[in-house]
């Protein structure tokens, strides 16, 4: 588990990150979201003990990162531009992290070989932006890191590929119990693996959510009635969202659906429907509930 | 197994090798055409003009070693602490599990290794070849080691200088340029805070410090002392590996507060932006006033200098910490900055310590110099150590009061005036201190009364005359040659050159104060051929100096040196006073185109030729109804001949009963 608590940063006089708490479970993958300058570089390189913050802590297991040699093998962190050391090739780079990286696992880097097809004599800094990434990615596996904390991971990787490092992320996840927080401005792009979500704007969160309780805790109505609507029918649930479209009502309603059904039922609409919400619908009216417009945070 | 507690990291040392270690080949090839190939080279050739007489090995490729001895360092220190200044590398090396220490560490022992191996292997194969070849005439041992042990102390101090400078910044750009500023530094600030203080104050000893002290301060100006020295100064070396462990030190604690992210800032620490930026424009403000007092001599125009660079000065700063040139909105520390100076420029010109007006009490004195050449004074002080000073306490009141009619009679402006004389006091005090004071006065004239009596002290001739200062196995040779230069001999007797040494030193030191301001006739020169350091020293003889006179009486070297009246053909004398003809077309005319004018006696008998010889006393006034002109002619020798102006009153009665 990774916890986050009170974490502030500044450059020069500008607070990047003003009070930041997260904690991320063992074995889930977290999805860092925010427009550009929110923060989440930033959050990310000092959850990687890269930087050190201001003040808060960052701790894994209850131990402090920063500084943490033995912590530190157990994490890596691929950047929205993976580093390479000059004319290294694919091998060479390897037998660095082999030996920086006390987990690493041959058999896993032979295997990755074989799926990602790349020469490991060709020099990394002459590939393809895409393939130094899947690089980074199967040098990363390799390592067997306990925690991966993901820049911008899937820019610039076509559809086969990030399907396929997709799912050796959630392979490893399912397999080793491993952590994985995941930034990214674009929300369709880390939906499908992500099960946390949370929005960071302006160096602070302005959403943390379970995307399983979000999904079954959200509703999407379409109500009609033959006479006046009932008054106050929600008046016990959360109403993110309201419409009329003619004599239909559009309603998004946070709440326990057990509890909602028996009450609709009992209001006799002429028209009940249960509509299914996308992830980015959710977001769209969690974020109208707290004051936001989504287009200003999210792409 | 890996030994996880090692230091030693393989694949870092792969990654640095990789990065790093063409440098260190080139250096090494450069080393071995530079020094080993020289060497073979200069066996090949039997003239022993090759070999010459000071052997160091610094001597061969010369200007590549020096210029490499600083290249090479700071070049690596750049490539190593790359990883700090390029953001994706220092992102990437800092998520590794590595310490920073150890990271550091493996950094600086790598870059090292990599700046020294070279300059080892060379010295290996060095010896090697010393106990193979004939190459004992080139260099020994000791040669060998003083090589090894100066080129170490100095790519150290070097490599830890420049990684000082890379943990201060973040741009690789800014590291190499601050890397030698640094180096510079202490002398180029000792030279421009001299040069500006002298526009406030008098009294500045800026030759003492300028050109004896200022060179040491920094390892680039001082390299050249270190390297062609047969013996550097030790204490100088002990305090280059003392600063050079304090660097590393200073250096490995920075990297531990050094935040990642200042990767391509310019200055990585906060902390340091304020210091940058004012002691910046305090350097550009010096260089301004250097340069316009040069140049301008006058203070408006060092006035407006100190104004136009501090502000270059601080829009460079700003730009340099900005990376930008839109830095034209910021002026607020410059605001800080022109208080803050005028403060000081109030401060130093109120002289609140009392630096212009300190004379040191006499019972605080243990000796004292007073000079006027004082780059010769210093060289004397270098090549023959410490030379006493003035210590009789009523000189030693002289030069006080000289000091205090300096004080006053100077003032600010003279130090502009480049037409000016100096004169220096130097006191060193009973308290094992110093007090080195320098005056620009535009005529020395009037003190002549009190500095001859000085100059005739027996404490100055003693250290300013090179004859009191050499030491007699250093000499030779010596020749004495006659004023007309008709006659000489050579002495190479080691007895005789202590001898006439000796003679001679008495006889300058027995030169009273009315001699030195009015000498008497001159009758040859000494020529002293001095092997320490390959030059001639010429002393006048004098017809006083009776120790040396007698001297060559008692080798019986007069007749041989000396003019004697018997080689005389002819001698004219000439009253310039008598008309105004003559005073206009001067003696000379007379004597080559009409000896018979009046005014004009040709003097041929042998007696009278004696006779006047004798008598000849010499006039150095101006007055011209005091003196005559003497010509002497040889005989055998029409073209050669002399004259003095002479003092009348002291000719023979016959001279004015001809004329």
């Given amino acids: ?216 805790d959200i509703h999407k109505i379409q109500i009609a009635f033959k006479d006046t609507p009932p008054k106050e029918l929600f008046k016990d649930f959360t109403v993110l969202h309201k419409e009329k479209r003619g004599s239909v009502f559009l309603v998004i309603v946070k709440g326990d659906r057990k509890k909602l059904d028996p009450l609709i039922q009992n209001s006799q609409p002429v028209v009940y429907d249960l509509l299914p919400l996308t992830l980015e619908e959710i977001f769209v009216y969690e974020m109208e509930g707290v004051g936001y417009a989504i287009e200003n945070i999210l792409v | 197994m890996r030994l996880r507690t090692s230091w030693y990291n393989h694949e870092l040392t792969k990654q640095n090798f990789r990065q790093t270690g063409w440098i260190s080949l080139v250096y090494f090839v450069s080393l071995l055409v530079a020094i080993v190939l020289n060497i073979f080279m200069r066996i ?96 020994g041992l000791a040669e060998l080691g003083y090589w090894l042990g ?42 421009l805070a001299v040069f500006n203080l002298n526009y406030a104050m008098i009294g500045i000893a800026d030759s003492y410090l300028m050109d004896e002290k200022v060179f040491e301060f920094s390892p680039i100006t001082n390299s050249v002392n270190i390297i062609f020295n047969d013996a550097a100064d030790t204490s100088t070396l002990v305090w280059y590996i003392i ?34 930026i004012y002691s910046f424009t305090f350097c550009f403000m010096l260089v301004g006033g250097f340069y316009f007092g040069i140049l301008q001599h006058e203070y408006n125009w060092i006035l407006f200098g100190y104004l136009l660079f501090s502000i270059f000065g601080y829009l460079i700063a700003q730009m340099i910490i900005h990376k930008t040139w839109r830095v034209f909105t910021q002026w607020k520390e410059y605001l800080f900055f022109l208080l803050g100076t005028t403060l000081l420029v109030v401060l130093i010109i109120l002289d609140i310590t009392g630096f212009q007006n300190r004379i040191p009490a006499t019972d605080r004195i243990e000796q004292v110099y007073l000079y006027d050449q004082h780059s010769r004074f210093y060289l004397y002080q270098d090549l023959f150590e410490e030379n006493p000073g003035i210590t009789a306490v009523e000189e030693i009141e002289i030069v006080r009061n000289l000091h205090q009619q300096f004080i006053n009679d100077s003032n600010r402006q003279d130090f502009l005036d480049y037409n000016n004389q100096t004169v220096s006091i130097h ?45 007699q196995t250093d000499i030779s040779s010596m020749s004495v040659t006659s004023d007309m230069r008709h006659k000489e001999v050579q002495i190479y007797s080691s007895n005789q050159i202590a001898e006439a040494l000796e003679a001679l030193r008495k006889d300058i030191l027995a030169q009273s104060y009315e001699e030195l301001v009015n000498p008497e006739l001159y009758l040859g020169e000494v020529n002293i051929f001095i092997s320490l350091y390959h030059s001639n020293l010429y002393l006048p003889i004098y017809s006083t100096y009776d120790y040396f006179l007698e001297w060559l009486e008692k080798e019986k070297m007069t007749e041989d040196v000396l003019l004697m009246p018997n080689e005389i053909d002819r001698m004219f004398i000439v009253d310039e006073s008598i008309n105004e003809e003559m005073a206009e077309k001067g003696a000379s005319y007379y004597v080559e185109h009409n000896p018979n004018a009046e005014g004009v006696i040709e003097i041929s008998d042998e007696e009278e030729i004696k006779q006047l010889f004798e008598s000849l006393v010499p006039e150095r006034g101006e007055e011209s109804d005091s003196r005559f002109a003497v010509w002497i002619y040889l005989k055998d020798e029409e073209e050669n001949f002399q004259w003095y102006w002479v003092k009348k009153d002291f000719l023979p009665s016959f001279v004015f009963d001809e004329i």
């Fill in chain 2, 150 to 191: 100066v080129t170490t102390v100095l790519l150290s101090l070097v490599f830890a200088v420049s990684i000082f400078v890379g943990l201060l910044t973040g741009l690789s750009i800014i590291q190499g340029v601050f890397s030698f500023i640094f180096l510079l530094f202490p002398a180029g600030i000792t030279v």
């Fill in chain 2, 243 to 276: 600063v050079t462990l304090i660097l590393f030190g200073l250096s490995m604690v920075l990297y531990k507060f050094r935040p990642v992210e200042v990767a391509t800032q310019a200055v990585a620490f906060r902390w340091l932006r304020p210091i940058f």
């Fill in chain 2, 427 to 471: 006191y060193d005090l009973v308290n094992g201190r110093q007090l080195v004071r320098q005056y620009h006065l535009d005529d020395l004239s009037k003190y002549t009364g009190e500095l001859t009596k000085i100059h005739a002290s027996d404490a100055y001739k003693q250290y300013t005359q090179e004859v009191f200062l050499i030491d």
């Fill in chain 2, 44 to 139: 090949g050739h039997n003239e022993s003009y090759y070999y010459g007489y000071d052997i160091n090995l610094f001597y061969l490729g010369s200007f590549f070693q020096v210029l490499a001895i600083f290249l090479v360092p700071v070049m690596t220190a750049m490539l190593l602490m790359r990883y700090l200044h390029q953001k994706n590398a220092t992102d990437f090396m800092h998520s590794l599990p590595l310490k920073r220490e150890k990271v550091f560490i493996h950094q600086i022992v790598f870059g090292y290794c990599s700046i020294l191996l070279p300059v080892y292997i060379v010295g290996f194969i060095l010896y090697i070849m010393h106990h193979t070849l004939e190459v004992s005439k080139l260099y």
């Fill in chain 1, 1 to 216: 588990m990774i916890s986050v608590t009170d974490l502030k940063k500044s450059f020069e006089r500008s607070e990047v990150l003003s009070s930041v708490t997260v904690n991320v479970n063992k074995g889930s993958i977290y999805g860092l979201l925010g427009s550009n300058g929110a923060g989440k570089t930033t959050l990310l390189k000092i959850i990687a003990g890269i930087y050190k913050q201001d003040s808060g802590q960052v701790s894994y297991e209850k131990e402090n990162v920063f500084e943490n040699v033995s912590l530190k093998e157990r994490i890596i962190f691929i950047p929205d531009f993976p580093y390479f050391f000059p004319q290294y090739t694919i091998k060479q780079m390897a037998d660095f992290y082999q030996s920086t990286y006390p987990n690493w696992n041959n058999t896993r880097f032979h295997t990755l070989h074989q799926l990602l097809g790349l020469d490991l004599k060709k020099k990394v800094q002459q590939l393809s932006k895409g393939m130094q990434r899947q690089v980074a990615f199967w040098l990363a596996l390799s390592a067997m890191p306990d925690y991966l904390i993901l820049d911008e991971p899937f820019d610039g990787l076509d559809a086969v590929i990030r399907k396929k490092v997709k799912n050796l992320i959630i392979q490893d996840v399912a397999d080793r119990q491993m952590t994985v927080i995941v930034s990214s401005h674009n929300l369709r792009e880390v939906e499908d693996i992500c099960d946390h979500v949370g929005i960071l704007h302006h160096g602070s969160f302005i959403l943390e959510k379970d995307l399983d309780d979000l999904k079954s």
